[in-house]
């Protein structure tokens, strides 16, 4: 094992827990309307018409065909990103890649598949779907419509998500049943919230997954997004309550089809504990695997053999879609 014994933080990114610890923690308990909650925003997504348009980009790369894309998400924002086909062999699978919440200014195309699809839409009010009313910022994005669930940004976030779905499916209906999802980090959260309410995405691959166990995440120091959410909480009351409609950890405790995930023990910017909530309220399936990582969010000794090794589960993993 390669834990940073070393680093700059003023606080102990593994908060004291053991691999054990971390394995034992449970998801919390749904709110009152959870479910419905999220049915209800999935029903109003899908019905919404993507309007999917694509030109070629300024992008270019030997193995993929690059298309700048732009969609319609809920609320009339247009989502913005990449469509990237492969240069040989047939379109066989779709998969849709989330980003962190740095966004993203650029596809990445150092992904472990062949004969797909691949989008990479930029969650709204950042980089490629900059709006005029959400901060690009994650301190000021994460806090945008806090106080209201039905308007909170990252709701809205994982309708983009959903609308992409529907976009690949506009554009190839023949993948009907072959879309997967890969995000880390706040891509990771995004994940975890959309996939249990959308029967169209067949299987997930989180990474460092945020927005896990939300009084956790609301307590636990950090240097990531959750950092602008605890000082708002501290001078805004009923933040928590809103909040449990947003945790991924619950909405986890739903997804039904396979899943790998890889959650770190060291991690400055989302807390271990926050991540092993997601990861270990995915049902216990042979489908399933949580693949554990030394560290999240900073680099450490052994890192690019753990990624090597994740990567190659990965490819295997998105084969089978």
Same mark, same amino acid.
């Given at each position: 094992?390669?834990?940073?014994?070393?680093?700059?933080?003023?606080?102990?990114?593994?908060?004291?827990?053991? #691999?054990?610890?971390?394995?034992?923690?449970? $998801?919390?308990?749904?709110? &009152?309307?959870? +479910? @419905?909650?999220?049915?209800?925003?999935?029903?109003?997504?899908?019905?919404?018409?993507?309007?999917?348009?694509?030109?070629?980009?300024?992008?270019?790369?030997?193995?993929?065909?690059?298309?700048?894309?732009?969609? %319609? =998400?809920?609320?009339?924002?247009?989502?913005?990103?990449?469509?990237?086909?492969?240069?040989?062999?047939? %379109?066989?699978?779709?998969?849709?890649?989330?980003?962190?919440?740095?966004?993203?200014?650029?596809?990445?195309?150092?992904?472990?598949?062949?004969?797909?699809?691949? !989008?990479?839409?930029?969650?709204?009010?950042?980089?490629? =779907?900059?709006? &005029?009313?959400?901060? &690009?910022?994650? $301190?000021?994005?994460?806090?945008?419509?806090?106080?209201? &669930?039905?308007?909170?940004?990252?709701? *809205?976030?994982?309708?983009?998500?959903?609308?992409?779905?529907?976009? #690949? !499916?506009?554009?190839?209906?023949?993948?009907?049943?072959?879309?997967?999802?890969?995000?880390?980090?706040?891509?990771?959260?995004?994940? @975890?919230? *959309?996939?249990?309410? +959308?029967?169209?995405?067949?299987?997930?691959?989180? %990474?460092? $997954?945020?927005?896990?166990?939300?009084? =956790?995440?609301?307590?636990? $120091?950090?240097?990531?997004?959750?950092?602008?959410?605890?000082?708002?909480?501290?001078?805004?009351?009923?933040? #928590?309550?809103?909040?449990?409609?947003?945790?991924?950890?619950?909405?986890?405790?739903?997804?039904?089809?396979?899943?790998?995930?890889?959650?770190?023990?060291?991690?400055?910017?989302?807390?271990?504990?926050?991540?092993?909530?997601?990861?270990? @309220?995915?049902?216990?399936?042979?489908?399933?695997?949580?693949?554990?990582?030394?560290?999240?969010?900073?680099?450490?000794?052994?890192?690019?053999?753990?990624?090597?090794?994740?990567?190659?589960?990965?490819?295997?993993?998105?084969?089978?879609?």
């Amino acid at each position: 094992m390669s834990i940073p014994k070393t680093h700059p933080f003023p606080f102990d990114p593994t908060y004291g827990m053991t #691999l054990d610890t971390l394995r034992a923690i449970a $998801p919390p308990e749904a709110p &009152p309307g959870f +479910d @419905a909650f999220w049915r209800k925003r999935y029903e109003r997504a899908i019905a919404t018409d993507p309007r999917p348009r694509v030109q070629r980009s300024a992008l270019t790369h030997p193995a993929w065909h690059i298309l700048d894309i732009t969609y %319609v =998400s809920t609320g009339d924002i247009a989502i913005g990103g990449w469509l990237l086909l492969p240069r040989e062999g047939t %379109v066989r699978r779709g998969v849709i890649v989330g980003h962190g919440y740095g966004g993203r200014e650029s596809p990445d195309f150092d992904q472990p598949v062949e004969e797909t699809a691949l !989008l990479f839409p930029c969650f709204r009010g950042m980089s490629q =779907s900059r709006h &005029p009313s959400i901060p &690009p910022d994650a $301190p000021g994005h994460v806090l945008h419509g806090i106080d209201r &669930p039905d308007d909170y940004v990252i709701g *809205g976030c994982v309708e983009d998500l959903w609308l992409g779905v529907s976009t #690949l !499916l506009a554009l190839y209906p023949w993948l009907d049943g072959h879309i997967g999802y890969v995000g880390a980090s706040f891509g990771g959260g995004i994940g @975890a919230l *959309g996939i249990p309410f +959308d029967p169209r995405i067949a299987r997930g691959h989180l %990474v460092v $997954p945020t927005f896990g166990d939300r009084a =956790s995440w609301l307590t636990l $120091p950090t240097v990531g997004s959750a950092d602008s959410a605890q000082a708002y909480a501290k001078t805004h009351e009923g933040v #928590l309550d809103h909040l449990r409609l947003f945790d991924a950890a619950t909405a986890a405790a739903r997804i039904t089809v396979p899943m790998l995930v890889a959650p770190a023990r060291f991690d400055p910017a989302v807390a271990p504990p926050c991540q092993f909530a997601v990861a270990n @309220a995915v049902p216990t399936s042979r489908d399933n695997e949580n693949f554990v990582l030394d560290a999240g969010h900073f680099d450490y000794p052994g890192m690019l053999e753990q990624n090597y090794a994740l990567r190659e589960k990965l490819r295997r993993f998105l084969q089978a879609l």
